[in-house]
Structure formats: structure tokens, C-alpha cells
């Protein structure tokens, strides 16, 4: 019955998804299909067998060590300074955020995310027929939270269209930073996304910062479907 239950609601949430569609005639139904096997195949791997499980506890272990890294960084400049009301989500999301932020311009400085980009995001775009953006963005915002997602891609901003920032900003909007998700411990889109959201992309490409606030409640009810939709195929294998 739980199967069942679970199908029918991704069935719900993609026909929900279809029906917000603003050119339902150029769906690429095929793309999705296999987009949603994989998503499938992947979780069913990395839940129900031993080698999945050692994976996602090594990537586990490697964010974790980052993020002892960057907590050591913040210790060392304010260490000592009592955190009082508010101060916790400042310490221990903020900060974060700042960390991984400045990781990725490193790595984007020394040429290795435009070159995950062009290799990682080429191989999953033969594979769902994608753009290489779109796709890399995808896997990338499995591991980093919203804003991250974006600055991990500013180098390739310029290439983004109204539709395909969209598609981009959506992708993100389904991830949470590490840091919020220590405090929080919650992982879905919300109102405060969409000013997040807009205010990265601001950051990167002021003239792009109106599009996502144009498409902010839009944005908003994408990131909640596809938490619904990635909550209900984990939720099959459990």
C-alpha cells in the first residue's frame, strides 16, 4: 500500500508541475522519464545496498571535515565573542555559508569547477539531454545549499537565459546549506528562499536579480514540489 501511496504522489506532484507549465506544447517528457529513473535507480542504490551506503558515508564524512574546517576558521578570527540571541544562526549559518562560498571561488579561480563543469556536466547532459549548466547545477545541488548552487555556476551566468536561470534558480531552491540544516535540521523551499535566491543572483548578475524576483512564487511552489517529489522516492526505499 505504501508503494501505492508513494507513486501516486509523484504522479500528483508531476502532473502539478505539467499544469504550472508555461509551454506545456515543448515538455521534454523524455528527459524527464529518465531523470526520474535515475533518481530512482540512484536512491535505490544508495539506500538498499552496502556499497551505496559506504558512499554516502564518505561523502558524509567529507562534508563533515569541511565543515570542521570552517567552524576552526571562524573559532580563529572570533573565538570568544558570547553568542547571545540570534547570534547562533550567525555563527553557525552565516559564516558557514561565507566558507563554501569562498572554497568555490578558489576552485573556480584555479580552473577546476569550469572544468567539472564542462566534463561532469557534459556526461549527465548526454544522459538527460540537457544543457551542461542545467545538468551540473542539478548534481551540484545535492551537496551545496542554495546560495553555493548558484556561485558554484557564476562563471557560466552569462549563458543563462530568462528560462534557463529559472531552471537553475529551481534546481536550487530544493537544497539547503549544511549549515541550515544544523541548526534546523529542515530541508524545504520557503518564502525567505526567494529572497535568499534573488539576493545571490544579485550578487553575481545584478540585471538577472528581476528575473528571479518575477518568478519568485513561481520558484517557490517548484523548490516545494520537487522536496515533495525527492521526500517520496527516498520514502519508497524506506
Same mark, same amino acid.
Given at each position: 500500500m505504501?508503494?501505492?501511496?508513494?507513486?501516486?504522489?509523484?504522479?500528483v506532484t508531476?502532473?502539478i508541475?505539467?499544469?504550472?507549465?508555461?509551454?506545456?506544447?515543448n515538455?521534454n517528457?523524455?528527459?524527464?522519464?529518465?531523470?526520474?529513473?535515475?533518481q530512482l535507480?540512484?536512491?535505490?542504490?544508495?539506500?538498499s545496498?552496502?556499497?551505496g551506503?559506504?558512499?554516502?558515508?564518505?561523502?558524509?564524512?567529507l562534508?563533515n571535515?569541511?565543515?570542521e574546517?570552517?567552524?576552526?576558521?571562524?573559532d580563529?578570527?572570533?573565538?570568544?565573542?558570547?553568542?547571545?540571541?540570534?547570534?547562533?544562526?550567525?555563527?553557525?549559518v552565516?559564516?558557514l555559508?561565507?566558507?563554501?562560498?569562498?572554497l568555490l571561488?578558489?576552485l573556480?579561480?584555479?580552473?577546476?569547477l569550469p572544468?567539472?563543469?564542462?566534463y561532469?556536466?557534459?556526461?549527465?547532459s548526454?544522459?538527460?539531454?540537457?544543457?551542461?549548466?542545467?545538468?551540473?547545477?542539478g548534481?551540484?545541488?545535492?551537496?551545496?545549499?542554495?546560495?553555493?548552487?548558484?556561485?558554484?555556476?557564476?562563471?557560466?551566468f552569462?549563458?543563462?537565459?530568462?528560462?534557463?536561470?529559472? &531552471? +537553475? /534558480?529551481?534546481?536550487?531552491?530544493?537544497?539547503?546549506?549544511? *549549515? %541550515?540544516? $544544523?541548526?534546523? @535540521?529542515?530541508?524545504?523551499?520557503?518564502?525567505?528562499?526567494?529572497?535568499?535566491?534573488?539576493g545571490?543572483?544579485?550578487?553575481?548578475?545584478d540585471k538577472?536579480?528581476? &528575473? +528571479? /524576483?518575477?518568478?519568485?512564487?513561481?520558484?517557490?511552489?517548484? *523548490? %516545494?514540489l $520537487?522536496?515533495? @517529489?525527492?521526500?517520496?522516492v527516498v520514502?519508497?526505499?524506506l
Open positions: 505504501g508503494i501505492v501511496l508513494g507513486v501516486l504522489a509523484i504522479i508531476l502532473g508541475s505539467y499544469l504550472m507549465s508555461n509551454d506545456k506544447k515538455v517528457f523524455k528527459s524527464l522519464g529518465i531523470m526520474l529513473v535515475l535507480l540512484i536512491t535505490w542504490f544508495m539506500f545496498t552496502t556499497i551506503q559506504v558512499i554516502i558515508n564518505g561523502i558524509s564524512a562534508f571535515k569541511l565543515i574546517f570552517g567552524r576552526a576558521g571562524i580563529f578570527i572570533l573565538g570568544g565573542i558570547e553568542v547571545g540571541e540570534g547570534g547562533v544562526f550567525f555563527f553557525n552565516l559564516l555559508i561565507i566558507f563554501f562560498a569562498t571561488s578558489v573556480t579561480y584555479l580552473k577546476i572544468f567539472i563543469i564542462k561532469l556536466g557534459g556526461l549527465v548526454k544522459v538527460t539531454g540537457l544543457p551542461k549548466i542545467e545538468s551540473f547545477n548534481v551540484n545541488s545535492i551537496f551545496f545549499g542554495q546560495s553555493e548552487a548558484l556561485i558554484a555556476i557564476r562563471s557560466q552569462h549563458h543563462l537565459t530568462a528560462n534557463r536561470l529559472f &531552471i +537553475v /534558480s529551481a534546481s536550487a531552491m530544493n537544497s539547503k546549506t549544511v *549549515g %541550515i540544516l $544544523t541548526v534546523f @535540521l529542515t530541508s524545504f523551499a520557503n518564502f525567505s528562499s526567494i529572497g535568499i535566491m534573488a545571490t543572483v544579485k550578487g553575481i548578475d538577472k536579480a528581476a &528575473i +528571479v /524576483s518575477r518568478f519568485g512564487l513561481k520558484l517557490l511552489i517548484s *523548490g %516545494i $520537487t522536496s515533495i @517529489l525527492s521526500a517520496t520514502g519508497l526505499f
